[in-house]
C-alpha cells in the first residue's frame, strides 16, 4: 500500500523483501519454484531502481541506477532463455516439436476460454514453424 502511494518506496520494497525472504525460509518444500528465486532477485533488484526518501516525486530527483536496470533486465532474460531451454532439452515430443502451446491453452484456466483454444490450433496448423 505504501509503495503504491509512493510513500517510501525503498523502505517500503525491503519491507517487502525481507517479509517473502522469511516466508519462502519458512515454507520451503512449497516456495521452491523457479519464481520464487525470480520474486527474490526482482525484489532485490528494485532496492536499487526504487528512488529514496519519504516523498521522492516518482525520483525526478533520484533516478534509477543504470546498471540495476541493465541486471533487472538481464534477469528477464535469464528467466525466459532459461525456462525455454529446460522444456527443449527435457525430451518431450511437444516441447521438442514446439506444439506445447496448443495442450497448455486447451488445459490451463483462462478468462479466454475456448476462443483462446481455437484461435491457439488455427495459428498452430497455420504456421506450424512458428508455434
Known sequence: MLLTLNLAPRASLLVAFVCFLSFVGAAQDFASYQSDGMLLEAAFLSLFLAPGGLRPEL???DPPRRFAAFL???EWFRIYFE??????LSGDAQWRALTALTTTTRTARSPAGWAGTSRSACRTR???GLW
Do not use: C, E
Open 59 to 61: 525520483g525526478a530527483a
Open 126 to 128: 497455420s504456421t506450424p
Open 72 to 74: 533487472l533486465v538481464w
Open 83 to 88: 525456462s525455454g531451454v529446460v522444456k527443449i
